[in-house]
Nanobody, 124 residues
Framework: EVSCRRLGGGVVQAGGSLRLSCAAS????????MGWFRQGPGKEREFVAAVSWSGDRTFYADSVKGRFTISRDSTKNAVYLQMNSLKPDDTAVYYCAAGSVAVGLRNPSNYGYWGQGTLVTVSS
């Protein structure tokens, strides 16, 4: 089972920071590519960031590039999303996902395991 949670409050002011974590029980994440996706109010689910299983490749949506950082800690079997300079448009339910397909990490169809999602609200 893959689970994701916030490390900090669920409501943050614009310009603030928040960190999300993704962990797994009964499964190692070390051999999976990991991605973060989000779904805002009235919007479709969209790609946010991804990291290869080895950690040597990262990918970001243009909307978060330079503000968000994805990282993984194999010793803790966890993946993180550090979100800085948050904007109201970042308000969404954030999902982490694990996949074994080596290409197309921006495509949610290439991920087989999903966390339950965690809500992030950015106030203006």
């Amino acid at each position: 089972e893959v689970s994701c949670r916030r490390l900090g409050g669920g409501v943050v002011q614009a310009g603030g920071s928040l960190r999300l974590s993704c962990a797994a029980s009964g499964r190692t994440l070390r051999t999976y590519h990991m991605g973060w996706f989000r779904q805002g109010p009235g919007k479709e689910r969209e790609f946010v960031a991804a990291v290869s299983w080895s950690g040597d490749r990262t990918f970001y949506a243009d909307s978060v590039k330079g503000r968000f950082t994805i990282s993984r800690d194999s010793t803790k079997n966890a993946v993180y999303l550090q979100m800085n300079s948050l904007k109201p448009d970042d308000t969404a339910v954030y999902y982490c996902a694990a996949g074994s397909v080596a290409v197309g990490l921006r495509n949610p169809s290439n991920y087989g395991y999903w966390g339950q999602g965690t809500l992030v609200t950015v106030s203006s």
